[in-house]
Structures are given as structure tokens and as C-alpha cells.
């Protein structure tokens, strides 16, 4: 009885040993944080600012429990598309609004809980061998070592959630628990509520346990296929894999009160894996420095397998051919067949494989795919099963004590590769103070904070702009803008007017990026700002573009330091309408100006081109009597300027209207890319979609370019490679080139002469201070 106790004892602490292991090697590289957990950001890049920012703002400052109030104001998100881990923010959310001080903690738990995944994957990964009957020397290194390489690791800085790496041993481990009963049983409502929490951690956790489950139990049948089989397993997929994936999708559905959301994001069959990406590791964490190029090791498809797996991988499926041949296999054998074929399967899913092939339109068939576009995280799965299938190859041929010991020792190999890897990440630990602690921000940033009055403004507006999220609408900020912006709002309590999100509605991104829109254009988000407080600019004294410096010139300083600057602007300023202003300034100088091909210049040698397209007729037009008609998916020719029509080593701006009404709010419809050519290379190019000049149903596109070359030939293209664009009509007005920093007018007269107003540099101007509006041959989109 004594032995017993004894042996039951020793087993219980072998089981702890690879996560003190685990913990004994992480510790020197993240001392610093886990000394002090409330004390660091991890940060590396302007997501982990963002995540961190999601999560706190929801959880201390939040008034709402399913839509996020802290950015994209006035219209906000919901919390289903933060990367913010809902079933922990929410809970948190709750504990907070019960113990108020329990917000100081948030950040040291999300820290404790990213730092500590690794810890609690090699727990688990050693249960998952020690079921397997994997000897105990063999199943501590291999649970240390799979642990540490885990490709989940490189998000611990950036996507917090996908760093979580302990959910695929986790549901590893409680398939194989589960595989043991022909009949639903407390591991199958265990494992069925894991993938729905997982689910609510974050959409590619639940999405990836939820497919890897309905894979693992369609081969379990076909590996003994009979009814009793099949309808065991329907029952089990349905269970533990369909249904909380409809659970999860109808809570969105129904909970989300934001229309217009993109429904073709991209990326695809860019964010993948590929066969480098997992056999080999990424520079600088590999000890072999063999160099791919950058189109094939995509970042998102890191899941480099280890050189333990990829040099046991092929005896592994050749032990369980031969085994099955032989039909020497048992229970394991079928288990690890099922584990290895869903892996396999969702490898070539992580390729975008079969739909890279030939097929691409097999995912516009089917939408849903594409919401999983970074298809490269499938490929995590591979990288445990792999690790497993290895150890269980080794323990089954390791039939001597000798062997044994020789064999234990090997998954070493996991630990030595991952040293880079923790090493590189460590400089990074300790770098950054949490600055949602303000007592730890610095003392410029700090000094804005107290400046801000957080009763007089109803929500900041940062500067550089910064609104990423639809693909349809927006603008890039910086890096200082972002973090700096979401500090300032946090302890201020004010939500931001920007947006660094994803799938966000495309007509609020639309209305928001107005904003930056010149004083000539109306501005449809004014109905949805009440006419109460001020708007509070916060400039990061970054370079601006020309429309954000107008827009501080109608606004009043209020604050500034090295750090920033703080100016206010009332609601009537911010929507004021006043075109007239430049009618009035161009007639006063007209005179002094020089007439050129219906056009009025400052200077008399400037040169311009210009295109209204009206000998092309079409009933869509901007200004006129015709627009050019092209078509997504084919290279349209806009322009073919003579050669030496532009001098070199001259700045000119390409600009013209594109229309952008069209299916779910225009979707698709700014894509394109407009693309200056010189001598048949590309020069520069842009979207439309990233303009913030939107008059009604049209954006106008702007591009700075500077030809090189004497006597050069420049065309004017507009490409849109995208599959599922393709065939959408681009149609486009008014394009014109012009010397940077010069000004052209052309006069707009009405059909019985009256004169109107002006085009200034492509901006329509009325005398009578409204707003212009299209020609009325504009009609419904088809």
C-alpha cells in the first residue's frame, strides 16, 4: 500500500516537470516581465498596441457590452472583431464592474497568460504522451521541446490570442480521451465547449479546432468504416465541431448591428504556408542560414516543424503503412492515423490548396472561406501532430533501455532550435512600459494627457490620419500616430475617430475617412455627430498631408510639446461648406492668369494635361457628357502622353474621379491600382481606395510622380488583379496632370451659359458656397 501511494505520488509530480522545465527556460528571457507582470507591453509593431488597446478600453472604459465605443466613433464595432479575446475581456469586464480596481491587474494577466502558454502546453503535451504510453524520459523532452518551437510563439507580441499555443494540445489531448468511447461522453461536451470558448477567444482558434475535429472523426470513420462507426462520428462532429461553429456564427449575426462589412477580404492566397515555411526556419531564428526569398516565406505561414519531426516524419507514416499492412495496428495506431490525416489536410488547406490550383473561383463560390484568409495558421496543426507522430515512432521502435535513454534525449533537438528564437524575442520583453498604466507613460506625453479637459471634446481625431479596417476605404498612419492616439484615449476616456480594426462596415469607413475631405464637399457622417462639444485633434508632429494641414488651419491650438500637439474645432467648422471662397479668389486673379486649352494657369510655360472623356458618352459621369468605361481584371489605358511631354526631375500629380458606387456599398470598387508608366516601367502607383477626397458616389484618385528620363514615354494605367473584381465596370472622369505646386482652373458654365464656378486642380468650386453634385446623367449603378 505504501509502494502505491508512493508511485502515485511520484506520478503526480513527473507530471509538472515539463512546465517547470518549460518555465526554467523562458524565465531568463522574460524575467523583467515576469517579476513585474503589470510593469511591460509586448510589443513589436503597431498590432500589439492596437490589441492591447482593444482589450483595456473594452474592459475599464467601455459602456456597452457588445459594441466597442473606442474607436471608429461615432458608430463603433463590435467585439467580435477587435482581437481583444471576448470570453476574457468580457469576463473581465464584469469582474471590473463588480471590484473597480481589478482594472489595474488586466494587462499583468494577459501578460501572464501569453508568457505562460508555452508552460501549459508542455503539461498537457506530456498527458497527451503519457496516454500514448510514450516511455517517461521520452515523453518530458519531447513535451519541453515541441512546447518551446511552437510556431504560435512568434504572435506573443503582436496577436495575443494566437499566441495562446496550449489550444491544439489541448484539443489533441481531449480527442484522444474521447476516441476511447464509441458513445458521447463528458470529454465530447468537454471538448465541444472548448472549441466554443476557443471560438470566443478568438475566430481562427475556434475555426481551426472546429476543423481539425470534423476532419479527425471523418478519417476515424473511414479508417473502420461500418454504420455503427459512421453514426458515432456524425454525432461527435456534429457535437464538437458543427455546432458551436453555428453557435458562434449566429451570436455575430445576430449581435452585430454594423451593415456593409467587406465580404471578399484579401489575402487568401497570400497569407500562406508553403513548403519552406515548414521545413525550414525563418531568418534570424534559424542556426542554418539558408535564404529564401521573401515571396515564399510568408509570415503568416510560419510553422517550421523542427528538425526532430522532419527527419523522423517519413519512418513514422512508413511504421503505420506497414503496420496497417500487416494489420499489426491497434487502437494508437488508428488514432494517430486520424490525427495525421486532418493535419495533413489542413496543411494543404494553409496552402490554399486545391483552390491555388486552377480553382480560385471555387472560393468566391463559397465566402466564408475567405473570412479565414490567413489560411498559413491552418498549418499549426501539422507542426503538434508531427511532433507527436515522431515521438510515438520513436517509442515504439525504442524496445531497450539503452534505446530508450538514447532516444529520450533527442527531442533536445526542439530546444536547441528554439534558443534563437527566444533570444531574439527577448530584446524586445522589456522595452516598452505599460503606458495604460499612466504613472509609467513619459512625461511629454504624459503633459498632453493633462492637458486635455476630457468633458469639452466628445472624441479625438488623430493626425496623421488613420483608418485601416474595410479594404475599401481608408488611410495609413504611423506607427507614433497609432500607439500615441490609443494612450491618449484610453486615459482620457475619449474614443477615437480613427480605426486600425479589421472587416470593418465599408459606409462607416467611408463617412470617416470624409472627414479629411477639402471644405467644398458635404460630409455625410455630420448626421451622425451630435452638435454638442468640440472635436479634439491630437497631431503626433509627423509630416501631414495637405488636406489634414487644412484642416488645422480651421481649428485652434489648445497645446504642444516635442511629443505632440492638441488643437480643437467646433462641429460647425468641421462640416462648414465654403467653395465660394475659391470662386471669389480665382475671379480677382483672373486676369493675371495665362488661358491655355480651356484652362487658366499661374504660369504660362506650365504644362498640364487634361481628359474629360466626353467624346466616349457613357450616362455615369462626373462633369460632362462621358466618362471612360474599363472593367476590373483587365489593364485599362486612361493616358498616353507624347514623348518628352514631361520634363524630368519634375514633380507632377496624376488625378481624376472614379466612381465608387456599387454592390454592398461599393465594394471593390476603389481597388485598382492607378499606375504611371515610363518607357513601359512602372513609376509609381496607388489606389483610389486610400484617398480621403469623396464627393457623394465618386473618390478622387491623387498621385505624385517624377519621370526620370528625357524624352520618356509616360502612360497612365489602371490594373486591378484580383479575381473577385474581375468584371466590374471602373469608370472614370475628369483626369488631369499638373505641375506639383501649380495651380489650374477651368470655369464651369451651366447649359445656358451661366457661369458657376471652377475646377481648381481637379476640385469643383460653386460660386453660390453649395456643394457640387455630379451631373445628373448619373444613374443607379447596374
Given at each position: 500500500m505504501k509502494n502505491s501511494m508512493s508511485e502515485i505520488n511520484h506520478k503526480k509530480l513527473l507530471q509538472w516537470v515539463p512546465a517547470i522545465l518549460v518555465f526554467a527556460?523562458?524565465?531568463?528571457?522574460?524575467?523583467?516581465?515576469?517579476?513585474?507582470?503589470?510593469?511591460?507591453?509586448?510589443?513589436?509593431?503597431?498590432?500589439?498596441?492596437?490589441?492591447?488597446?482593444?482589450?483595456?478600453?473594452?474592459?475599464?472604459?467601455?459602456?456597452?457590452?457588445?459594441?466597442?465605443?473606442?474607436?471608429?466613433?461615432?458608430?463603433?464595432?463590435?467585439?467580435?472583431?477587435?482581437?481583444?479575446?471576448?470570453?476574457?475581456?468580457?469576463?473581465?469586464?464584469?469582474?471590473?464592474?463588480?471590484?473597480?480596481?481589478?482594472?489595474?491587474?488586466?494587462?499583468?494577466?494577459?501578460?501572464?497568460?501569453?508568457?505562460?502558454?508555452?508552460?501549459?502546453?508542455?503539461?498537457?503535451?506530456?498527458?497527451?504522451?503519457?496516454?500514448?504510453?510514450?516511455?517517461?524520459?521520452?515523453?518530458?523532452?519531447?513535451?519541453?521541446?515541441?512546447?518551446?518551437?511552437?510556431?504560435?510563439?512568434?504572435?506573443?507580441?503582436?496577436?495575443?490570442?494566437?499566441?495562446?499555443?496550449?489550444?491544439?494540445?489541448?484539443?489533441?489531448?481531449?480527442?484522444?480521451?474521447?476516441?476511447?468511447?464509441?458513445?458521447?461522453?463528458?470529454?465530447?461536451?468537454?471538448?465541444?465547449?472548448?472549441?466554443?470558448?476557443?471560438?470566443?477567444?478568438?475566430?481562427?482558434?475556434?475555426?481551426?479546432?472546429?476543423?481539425?475535429?470534423?476532419?479527425?472523426?471523418?478519417?476515424?470513420?473511414?479508417?473502420?468504416?461500418?454504420?455503427?462507426?459512421?453514426?458515432?462520428?456524425?454525432?461527435?462532429?456534429?457535437?464538437?465541431?458543427?455546432?458551436?461553429?453555428?453557435?458562434?456564427?449566429?451570436?455575430?449575426?445576430?449581435?452585430?448591428?454594423?451593415?456593409?462589412?467587406?465580404?471578399?477580404?484579401?489575402?487568401?492566397?497570400?497569407?500562406?504556408?508553403?513548403?519552406?515555411?515548414?521545413?525550414?526556419?525563418?531568418?534570424p531564428f534559424a542556426i542554418l542560414k539558408i535564404h529564401f526569398s521573401t515571396k515564399w516565406e510568408q509570415w503568416e505561414g510560419w510553422a517550421y516543424i523542427g528538425l526532430f519531426s522532419i527527419v523522423f516524419f517519413v519512418p513514422s507514416v512508413i511504421l503505420l503503412i506497414y503496420r496497417r499492412l500487416k494489420h499489426l495496428g491497434n487502437d494508437t495506431d488508428s488514432l494517430i492515423s486520424g490525427l495525421l490525416f486532418a493535419s495533413l489536410i489542413m496543411l494543404a488547406f494553409s496552402f490554399?490548396?486545391?483552390?491555388?490550383?486552377?480553382?480560385?473561383?471555387?472560393?468566391?463560390?463559397?465566402?466564408?472561406?475567405?473570412?479565414?484568409?490567413?489560411?498559413?495558421?491552418?498549418?499549426?496543426?501539422?507542426?503538434?501532430?508531427?511532433?507527436?507522430?515522431?515521438?510515438?515512432?520513436?517509442?515504439?521502435?525504442?524496445?531497450?533501455?539503452?534505446?530508450?535513454?538514447?532516444?529520450?534525449?533527442?527531442?533536445?533537438?526542439?530546444?536547441?532550435?528554439?534558443?534563437?528564437?527566444?533570444?531574439?524575442?527577448?530584446?524586445?520583453?522589456?522595452?516598452?512600459?505599460?503606458?495604460?498604466?499612466?504613472?509609467?507613460?513619459?512625461?511629454?506625453?504624459?503633459?498632453?494627457?493633462?492637458?486635455?479637459?476630457?468633458?469639452?471634446?466628445?472624441?479625438?481625431?488623430?493626425?496623421?490620419?488613420?483608418?485601416?479596417?474595410?479594404?475599401?476605404?481608408?488611410?495609413?498612419?504611423?506607427?507614433?500616430?497609432?500607439?500615441?492616439?490609443?494612450?491618449?484615449?484610453?486615459?482620457?476616456?475619449?474614443?477615437?475617430?480613427?480605426?486600425?480594426?479589421?472587416?470593418?462596415?465599408?459606409?462607416?469607413?467611408?463617412?470617416?475617412?470624409?472627414?479629411?475631405?477639402?471644405?467644398y464637399y458635404d460630409k455625410a457622417i455630420k448626421e451622425s455627430i451630435p452638435n454638442t462639444k468640440d472635436i479634439l485633434i491630437y497631431w503626433s508632429n509627423e509630416p501631414i498631408n495637405q488636406y489634414e494641414k487644412d484642416l488645422l488651419k480651421r481649428s485652434t491650438e489648445v497645446f504642444r510639446n516635442p511629443t505632440g500637439s492638441l488643437y480643437r474645432i467646433s462641429i460647425h467648422d468641421l462640416f462648414s461648406i465654403d467653395p465660394a471662397a475659391g470662386v471669389l479668389h480665382f475671379e480677382q486673379i483672373k486676369q493675371g492668369l495665362t488661358f491655355k486649352n480651356d484652362h487658366y494657369l499661374k504660369s504660362g510655360t506650365a504644362t498640364f494635361y487634361y481628359d474629360n472623356f466626353d467624346r466616349l458618352g457613357h450616362d455615369t459621369v462626373y462633369s460632362g457628357?462621358?466618362?471612360?468605361?474599363?472593367?476590373?481584371?483587365?489593364?485599362?489605358?486612361?493616358?498616353?502622353?507624347?514623348?518628352?511631354?514631361?520634363?524630368?526631375?519634375?514633380?507632377?500629380?496624376?488625378?481624376?474621379?472614379?466612381?465608387n458606387k456599387g454592390k454592398n456599398f461599393g465594394q471593390g470598387m476603389l481597388n485598382a491600382l492607378g499606375i504611371v508608366t515610363e518607357n513601359k516601367g512602372w513609376i509609381k502607383y496607388a489606389a483610389p481606395k486610400w484617398s480621403c477626397v469623396i464627393n457623394g458616389d465618386w473618390t478622387l484618385f491623387e498621385l505624385e510622380f517624377t519621370p526620370k528620363l528625357d524624352n520618356s514615354l509616360i502612360e497612365i494605367w489602371e490594373n486591378e488583379y484580383s479575381i473577385s473584381t474581375k468584371g466590374i465596370k471602373s469608370i472614370i472622369d475628369e483626369l488631369l496632370i499638373y505641375e506639383k505646386n501649380d495651380t489650374i482652373y477651368r470655369e464651369i458654365y451651366s447649359n445656358n451659359g451661366e457661369f458657376l464656378g471652377v475646377f481648381m486642380n481637379n476640385h469643383p468650386l460653386l460660386k453660390k458656397n453649395i456643394p457640387y453634385l455630379p451631373s445628373k446623367k448619373d444613374k443607379e449603378y447596374k
Open positions: 527556460f523562458i524565465f531568463p528571457f522574460f524575467k523583467d516581465v515576469l517579476l513585474s507582470p503589470g510593469s511591460f507591453l509586448l510589443l513589436m509593431g503597431s498590432d500589439g498596441i492596437k490589441n492591447y488597446y482593444t482589450y483595456s478600453w473594452y474592459i475599464v472604459n467601455n459602456k456597452e457590452l457588445l459594441n466597442f465605443t473606442g474607436m471608429n466613433y461615432p458608430y463603433g464595432e463590435s467585439i467580435f472583431y477587435l482581437d481583444s479575446q471576448p470570453f476574457l475581456s468580457v469576463m473581465f469586464y464584469f469582474i471590473k464592474n463588480i471590484f473597480p480596481g481589478f482594472g489595474h491587474y488586466i494587462i499583468a494577466l494577459l501578460n501572464l497568460i501569453i508568457i505562460f502558454s508555452p508552460v501549459i502546453s508542455a503539461f498537457v503535451l506530456f498527458h497527451i504522451f503519457k496516454v500514448l504510453k510514450v516511455s517517461t524520459l521520452l515523453s518530458i523532452t519531447a513535451s519541453v521541446g515541441i512546447a518551446l518551437l511552437s510556431p504560435q510563439f512568434h504572435r506573443f507580441a503582436s496577436h495575443f490570442a494566437l499566441s495562446f499555443s496550449f489550444f491544439i494540445p489541448v484539443t489533441i489531448y481531449l480527442l484522444i480521451k474521447d476516441d476511447r468511447w464509441r458513445c458521447l461522453t463528458r470529454n465530447s461536451v468537454s471538448l465541444s465547449v472548448f472549441t466554443m470558448v476557443m471560438f470566443l477567444v478568438h475566430a481562427y482558434l475556434g475555426m481551426i479546432v472546429a476543423f481539425m475535429t470534423a476532419l479527425f472523426f471523418m478519417f476515424r470513420f473511414l479508417i473502420q468504416p461500418d454504420f455503427k462507426s459512421f453514426k458515432i462520428h456524425f454525432i461527435k462532429a456534429t457535437v464538437i465541431s458543427i455546432l458551436p461553429s453555428v453557435i458562434f456564427f449566429l451570436l455575430i449575426s445576430l449581435t452585430d448591428s454594423h451593415t456593409g462589412r467587406n465580404t471578399n477580404p484579401s489575402g487568401f492566397f497570400t497569407y500562406v504556408a508553403s513548403f519552406v515555411t515548414i521545413l525550414f526556419q525563418s531568418e490554399s490548396f486545391p483552390f491555388n490550383m486552377g480553382l480560385e473561383h471555387w472560393v468566391e463560390a463559397f465566402p466564408i472561406i475567405k473570412k479565414f484568409r490567413s489560411v498559413g495558421r491552418f498549418a499549426w496543426v501539422f507542426y503538434y501532430v508531427s511532433g507527436v507522430l515522431a515521438v510515438w515512432f520513436l517509442n515504439s521502435v525504442a524496445t531497450t533501455k539503452f534505446r530508450k535513454l538514447i532516444i529520450g534525449v533527442l527531442p533536445i533537438l526542439f530546444v536547441i532550435e528554439a534558443f534563437p528564437v527566444y533570444k531574439s524575442y527577448a530584446k524586445f520583453t522589456n522595452k516598452t512600459p505599460n503606458l495604460f498604466d499612466i504613472n509609467m507613460v513619459g512625461e511629454e506625453l504624459k503633459e498632453v494627457i493633462s492637458e486635455i479637459e476630457s468633458k469639452n471634446y466628445q472624441a479625438i481625431l488623430p493626425l496623421p490620419y488613420y483608418h485601416i479596417g474595410s479594404e475599401n476605404y481608408g488611410k495609413i498612419g504611423a506607427s507614433k500616430v497609432y500607439k500615441e492616439s490609443m494612450i491618449i484615449s484610453y486615459h482620457t476616456r475619449l474614443p477615437l475617430f480613427s480605426t486600425y480594426l479589421t472587416h470593418t462596415s465599408i459606409w462607416e469607413s467611408k463617412n470617416c475617412v470624409q472627414l479629411l475631405s477639402p471644405v457628357s462621358g466618362s471612360y468605361l474599363g472593367y476590373d481584371g483587365m489593364s485599362n489605358l486612361l493616358a498616353r502622353l507624347d514623348s518628352g511631354f514631361l520634363a524630368p526631375n519634375r514633380t507632377y500629380i496624376l488625378s481624376y474621379w472614379k466612381y
